[in-house]
């Protein structure tokens, strides 16, 4: 088992992606036998997430539509589809919706560390959420 202090250290940095190529194409391996949790998170036109952080996971998000956009730390992200964002453990992000998009969008999620819903610590939110 794990000790904290070099689970910590391990999310604190971006996973490395593994990129296979195999005769039928390639694959993309964003972890591998490591305490994870993988979701795909969609954004309605018009909408964003909470403003939040963690203190026991980061997180990888992989942009899957056109009109992504993610706020870190204070700087508005658009990625482009297929591009991964790094959202270290502590730092504050959200997933938003562009004003301009007229479908929701998706991202990947792969968190990285101890995943609880109750490590959300909520520093914005337009739902009246804690």
């Not at 250290?9 to 591998?32: C, N």
């Not at 992200?77 to 938003?96: D, F, N, Q």
């Amino acid at each position: 088992m794990m000790n904290e202090s070099f689970l910590r250290e391990r999310i604190m940095q971006r996973p490395e992606t593994l990129h296979v190529e195999k005769p039928w194409g390639s694959f993309d391996q964003y972890a591998l036998n490591t305490n994870c949790t993988v979701k795909i998170l969609t954004c309605k036109p018009g909408q964003k997430l909470s403003l939040q952080r963690h203190s026991h996971r980061g997180e990888l998000w992989v942009a899957l539509d056109p009109g992504v956009v993610v706020d870190r730390d204070g700087e508005e992200l658009r990625p482009v589809v297929g591009e991964e964002i790094w959202l270290p453990l502590g730092s504050t992000h959200r997933l938003r919706c562009d004003a301009t998009t007229a479908h929701p969008v998706r991202v990947l999620e792969v968190s990285l560390g101890v995943f609880d819903e109750a490590d959300i610590e909520r520093l914005q939110d337009d739902y009246g959420r804690n």
